[in-house]
Nanobody, 124 residues
Framework: QVQLVESGGGLVQAGGSLRLSCAAS????????MAWFRQAPGKEREFVAA????????NYADSVKGRFTISRDNAKNTVYLQMNSLKPEDTAVYYC?????????????????WGQGTQVTVSS
């Protein structure tokens, strides 16, 4: 049984930082692409960042480039999202996702497993 458990969300002022973590179990972590998506109230879920297992490439949404960094620790079966220079528009529930695929990574339908999400709120 695959489980993805996010942590690290919270309330932060604009300009601040947070680091999200996602601990994975029940899958071969080193051969799964890991990603972060987010969903704000009243909006569709959107891609944030992905770290491909095949070649180690990292992709980011334009809205977070230069501010967010995705990383992974295969020894700990954990993926991280370091979020700096946070803005109120970053407020959302952030979800961790996993897939064995390494292309089309900005599309939620390409992912097989999802976490329950962690709330990030950025105040102005």
């Amino acid at each position: 049984q695959v489980q993805l458990v996010e942590s690290g969300g919270g309330l932060v002022q604009a300009g601040g930082s947070l680091r999200l973590s996602c601990a994975a179990s029940g899958l071969t972590f080193s051969t799964h692409t890991m990603a972060w998506f987010r969903q704000a109230p009243g909006k569709e879920r959107e891609f944030v960042a992905a770290f491909s297992w095949n070649g180690g490439s990292r992709n980011y949404a334009d809205s977070v480039k230069g501010r967010f960094t995705i990383s992974r620790d295969n020894a700990k079966n954990t993926v991280y999202l370091q979020m700096n220079s946070l803005k109120p528009e970053d407020t959302a529930v952030y979800y961790c996702a996993a897939t064995y695929r390494w292309s089309g990574l900005n599309t939620g339908a390409r992912y097989d497993y999802w976490g329950q999400g962690t709330q990030v709120t950025v105040s102005s």
